[in-house]
Every structure is written in C-alpha cells, then in structure tokens.
C-alpha cells in the first residue's frame, strides 16, 4: 500500500472513508484496500445482510465500528446508500482514528 492509496481522508471532525460493499456475502469482513477502475481508492467490506430496507448499510456500520473499536453511533454514511460505493464520516478523534485505520489497512485480510 502507497501512501497515495489509501481510502481515507481526515477532516477536522473525523474522517471519511470510501467503502466497496458486497452485500449477501458468506461472512462479515473488511477484506483490504483496493484501487478500483476509475482510480477511486476503497476499503472492501463484505455482509451477510441482504440490501434491502438498509440492512446492509447497518451491518456495514456495524462492522466498521466493531473493526476500530468506536461506538456505531459515531459512523454515518454520508453518500451512497443505495449504492456499493459508500463514503462514511467516522466521527471522533481524527488521529485516534487514522492510527486505527492504518493498522486496520494492513490487518485486513488481503
């Protein structure tokens, strides 16, 4: 992993992070970084929820703050609900969280 590629950016509030979700997957996962087609760098994330009445975006949040040990009502997804692409703002301590998410980035499995 580059330092360029990487899915989160900091803001002063916390930090926002771009997720490619898997809905109706086998397990709950954050499975590494991946640069997609158009450029975009994401985290990958996989749910057994199935996407509909925003199951899978709960499960989402849920594992997130599961993975960095921070409360779910701290995550918000800001766009991309209906979508696989989702942004969220991680709300909080932005170098808390950044320390977090580089050791998650090379935890997850790959």
């Known amino acids: 992993m580059t330092a360029e590629a ?4 900091p803001r002063e509030s916390g930090v926002v992070l771009h997720v490619r979700l898997t809905p109706k997957s ?3 996962a954050l499975e ?7 450029g975009v760098c994401v985290l990958k994330a996989r749910v ?4 509909e009445d925003g ?3 709960d499960a989402l ?3 997130v703050a599961k993975n960095l ?4 009502s701290r995550i918000k997804i800001t766009s991309g609900a209906t979508a696989r692409h989702k942004t969220l703002l991680l709300e909080g301590d932005t170098l808390e969280i950044l320390a977090k998410l580089e ?3 090379t935890t997850a499995k790959r």
């Open 6 to 9: 990487k899915p989160w950016t």
């Open 103 to 105: 050791q998650l980035g």
């Open 55 to 57: 199951r899978a975006n």
């Open 69 to 72: 040990k921070t409360p779910a």
């Open 48 to 51: 057994r929820a199935v996407p």
């Open 61 to 63: 949040v849920t594992l």
């Open 26 to 28: 086998s397990r709950d």
């Open 32 to 38: 590494g970084i991946e640069t997609l087609a158009d």
